[in-house]
C-alpha cells in the first residue's frame, strides 16, 4: 500500500529554531525610533517583550534551542504530518509529485500556536501575569489564549468589534480556553475611549485593536504584549515547520524544487521556506521559494521598499519593509490573516535581494482551488492557504506542459472549519475580485513621509 | 522528554475488522417484520442496501476483511494517535494513567468516516449510482458526504429541518464536498408532502429524515440507503478504533482497566469497546466497558428490553434493543448524536448479559467536564464526547480515593469546532438539566405494542 502521511515521532521534534539571519548575505536595515527617525537598540522593546524574546528578536545565532517545556507542549500537536497529495495530483493529472505540511492538527487549528507558545513560556519564565494582544479574524487570538492557558498567564484580546460580532466561533473558542476577549475599540484603554468619543459606533480595526493592547502592555507593569507575525522571533519559532519537513522529506527519499505559502505579514511563509532557503546558503541548492498574496492586498509584487510603521496610528518602530503604506485599506477578503499592509523586515530584505519569489491572487480563484483541494485531499483549507494552493496549480500544470517531474511543497496552515460562510459565499457566487488599481496604491504611498531607502 | 502521542504507521492499520457477532455467548434474536411480527432474513435489506453489506450485517465470522481502496482512504487521517492524558491527569491529581483515542483527526471531525468510507465503497462496487442518508446535528451528514465525494457517488442528506437553519455550517461542509442537503420535510418525497400538508411549518424531526431517505432509496433502483450508527456492520466497521488502540497500547505496555465511550446508537461505543471485550472473551481478562450515554435519553440506564422500531413512524424491521419507545423524544440537549430512543441489537444484548456496564449523565456535568479537559489538554472535546469524560472523571477520582493505580482509556470521538455555541450556553448558564422523569418514560412505553422479549 502506498504512504500517504511521512510521520516523525516526537522525539523527532526539531531541538533548535533556525534563524535565518546568520545566513542572509545582506543583513536587515535597523529599525528606526518613530520620533528621531535615528536607529533604536533593543532595549527601545523592554516595555513590550520579554527580555528573551528581545534577545532572539535581534540575536544573530543560527540556531536557537528550543526549551523542554516548549517541546512538550508542542507534543500536544508536533509533529505535524507531511501529505502526500495523492488525490490533488490525479485530479490536475499532474507529473509533479506535491506535498503538504498540515498544520491544522493544532488544537487552535493553525500554525499560530508554533510562537504563541514559547511566548506564553518566556513571558510566564520572566514573572509576567498577563499578555495582551489584538486579532482580526481570530486565529492569532485563539492560539495565545490556547498558549497563555496552557501556562497559566491571563490572556486579554482585543478583537476587531466587527469580527467579534460576525465571527463568534472564534471568540468562544478563545472564551472556553479562558481568555478575556473585548470588541475593540474599548472603554478600557485611553486610544479606545478617544475613537469612541469620535464615533461611538466604530466598527473599529486591526490598527486600532494593536493601539488598545500595545497601550495595556506599556501602561501595566505587570502585562506584556505579543504579536503573531512580522516580528524575527516570531519568524524564527515558525521554522519548526520546514525544519520538520525536511525530516520527513528526507525519509521520503525526496526534495522539493519548489516551497509555496500564503503571505499575510511572514510568519506562515518564512515557517516553511526560511529552512530549505538554508539548502540554498549552505549547500547551493537551488530551491524556489514562493509567497503567495492576495492581489487586493499585494505588498510584495506592487508594494515600495522603504521604511515604514507596523501599525495604522504610527506608534511603532519604523521598519524597513515591502510595504503598500500603513494607511493601506485593504478589500474586506475573507482571508482576513493577509490583510496586512506590509512583510516582515527578513523577508523584505530576501526579496529586495531576490533570494524569494512572490505572486499574487484574487480570491476567486483562490476558493476555486479551495474547493478542488477539498474534494481531492478531503481537507478544507482555510481561505489564507488557498492562495498557496494557486501557485501549486499553476507550478503542477507546467510542469505537466513541460512534461516534465517537479517536487513541490506548500504550508497548508490550517483548516476552514471557522470558514464555511466565506464557502457559502463563494459557492453562491457573492464574492467578487478585489484587484487594487495603481492609482488606489500610489494615494496610499503618497501619504508616506517616511524614510526612503536608497 | 515523556511520550505524548502514540502513533503508528499507515502499514499498522488493520487489515479486518473485528466482528463481535463470532464470539457473543448469545447471539442477539433475530429481527421481525414490522406487519407480520415473523423473523425476517437478510434478503428483506436489499432494496435498501448493497449486497455486501447485508452479508456483513448477518455475518458470523470473526474476521473481515478491510479492501484496500478503503484502507488507502483511512490513510487520509488514519491511524488515530492515542494520546496520554498528562494535563488532565494533572488537573485531577489523579493516579490514574488516562488514555485517549483522538477521532477527531478525520476530515469531518469525528469517527463517522470510518463506517462512512466502507459504505460508499461497496456501494460504488455494486454500481450504486445516489445514497441517501438522514442527519440531525450533521456530523453523520458530513462523514457520508465526504466518503461518497471520494468515490464518485452522488450523496442525498435529509437534514432535519430546524438542525439546517440552526446549524449552518455542517450543511455548508457537506456542500463544500459536493453534497445536495434538503430541509427536512421536503417535497421530493411523500412521507415529506404528507408531513407538509398537516403543518406546512414543521420543524421536522430525525424519524421524518430517515422516513425520507428511506423512501427515496426504495423507489429509485440506482439510490441506497445509509445509516450512521446501530446496525450490525455499522459497529464492525467502527472496530477499527480499538483494534488500533490495542497496538498503540501494546507499545505503551499498557493495558486498560477500564474502557469508555459516550453512547447514542452504538457505533462510538462498539468501535473503541469491542476489540477489548475480544481480550475478555478471549484471554480471560476482565476489563470494564463502560457507555456513557445522557441522562435526558437514558435507554441503556432506564430502558427496556424488548422488541421495537429503529424509526419514529415505525417503517423499519422489529429489533431486539434497550429502548424508551420509539415515540420517546428526547429532551434538546447540545449532544444531538446521543438523541436516540434506542441501542443497537448487539450492544442491547451484551448489556443484557452484563457484559458491559451503562452510566447517564446531565449536560451540565458533561460540559464542566468538557471545559475541564479544553483547558488540561487543548482540544476542545464534541458535546458527545464530553459524556464519556465524566466516566472518566469518576474513576480517575475513584482511583485517588482508593490509592490505587488504574488505567482508563476513552474516546475521544470529535472536535467541538460546530458545537462552540454550546459552550457558550454553558458559559452563559442557559443550560438547564434534562433528567427525564419516571412517568414520561411509563408514558412512552405505555404506548408500545411491540413483541415483548421473556
Redesign the interface.
Known amino acids: 500500500?502506498?504512504?500517504?502521511?511521512i510521520?516523525l515521532?516526537?522525539?523527532e521534534i526539531p531541538d533548535h529554531w533556525y534563524n535565518i539571519m546568520a545566513d542572509m548575505p545582506n543583513k536587515p536595515l535597523p529599525p528606526l525610533h518613530p520620533g528621531t527617525k535615528e536607529p533604536i537598540g533593543p532595549e527601545a522593546l523592554a516595555p513590550l517583550f520579554p527580555m528573551e524574546l528581545i534577545k532572539q528578536e535581534v540575536s544573530a545565532e543560527k540556531w536557537v534551542p528550543i526549551p523542554?517545556p516548549v517541546?512538550?507542549v508542542y507534543?500536544?500537536?508536533r509533529p505535524t504530518p507531511l501529505y502526500r497529495a495523492y488525490?490533488l495530483e490525479k485530479a490536475l493529472d499532474t507529473p509533479a509529485k506535491i506535498y503538504y505540511k498540515y498544520e491544522g492538527?493544532s488544537?487552535a487549528?493553525s500554525h499560530k500556536p508554533n510562537t504563541a507558545v514559547p511566548q506564553a513560556y518566556y513571558n510566564k519564565m520572566e514573572g509576567v501575569k498577563r499578555i495582551t494582544t489584538e486579532t482580526g479574524a481570530g486565529q492569532w487570538g485563539s492560539a495565545l489564549a490556547?498558549a497563555c492557558?496552557?501556562f497559566d498567564i491571563e490572556c486579554e484580546v482585543y478583537m476587531v468589534k466587527i469580527s467579534y460580532d460576525q465571527k463568534?466561533?472564534r471568540k468562544?473558542?478563545m472564551?472556553?480556553?479562558?481568555a478575556q476577549v473585548y470588541a475593540s475599540p474599548t472603554n478600557l484603554t485611553q486610544a479606545g475611549r478617544q475613537i469612541l468619543a469620535a464615533d461611538p459606533n466604530s466598527p473599529g480595526s486591526l490598527g486600532i485593536a494593536i493601539s488598545e493592547a500595545v497601550e495595556r502592555a506599556a501602561t501595566d507593569e505587570q502585562t506584556k504584549y505579543a504579536l503573531g507575525s512580522v516580528l524575527n522571533h516570531v519568524l524564527m519559532h515558525q521554522s519548526i515547520i520546514g525544519l520538520e519537513a525536511i525530516k520527513q522529506l528526507e525519509k521520503a527519499g525526496d526534495m522539493p524544487d519548489v516551497v509555496v505559502a500564503p503571505f499575510g505579514g511572514g510568519s506562515n511563509f518564512a515557517g516553511i521556506a526560511f529552512p530549505f532557503l538554508r539548502l540554498n546558503f549552505e549547500e547551493g541548492r537551488t530551491i524556489r521559494c514562493i509567497a503567495a498574496e492576495p492581489a487586493s492586498c499585494p505588498k510584495l509584487t506592487r508594494g515600495v521598499f522603504r521604511y515604514d510603521f507596523g501599525d495604522t496610528v504610527g506608534m511603532t518602530p519604523l521598519l524597513p519593509m515591502y510595504t503598500l503604506g500603513h494607511n493601506f485599506v485593504p478589500a474586506p477578503i475573507h482571508a482576513g490573516g493577509l490583510r496586512y499592509h506590509g512583510a516582515g523586515v527578513i523577508v523584505s530584505q530576501l526579496l529586495k535581494d531576490k533570494l524569494i519569489e512572490a505572486r499574487a491572487y484574487d480570491q476567486l480563484d483562490c476558493f476555486e482551488a479551495g474547493?478542488l483541494f477539498?474534494?481531492s485531499?478531503?481537507?478544507?483549507p482555510a481561505p489564507e492557504a488557498t492562495h498557496a494552493l494557486v501557485t501549486v496549480l499553476e507550478e503542477a500544470n507546467a510542469a505537466r506542459e513541460a512534461g516534465e517531474s517537479r517536487t513541490i511543497l506548500f504550508n497548508l496552515c490550517g483548516h476552514g472549519?471557522?470558514d464555511?460562510?466565506a464557502?457559502?459565499d463563494y459557492?453562491a457566487q457573492k464574492l467578487v475580485k478585489h484587484e487594487v488599481t495603481s492609482a488606489e496604491i500610489e494615494a496610499s504611498l503618497a501619504m508616506l513621509d517616511t524614510p526612503l531607502i536608497d
Open positions: 500500500m502506498r504512504t500517504r502521511k510521520l515521532t516526537e522525539n523542554d517541546r512538550d507534543t500536544m500537536w488525490g492538527v488544537p487549528g490556547f492557558n496552557l463568534p466561533y468562544l473558542m472564551n472556553t480556553w479562558g474547493v477539498a474534494r485531499e478531503g481537507i478544507i472549519h471557522f464555511l460562510k464557502y457559502e459557492f
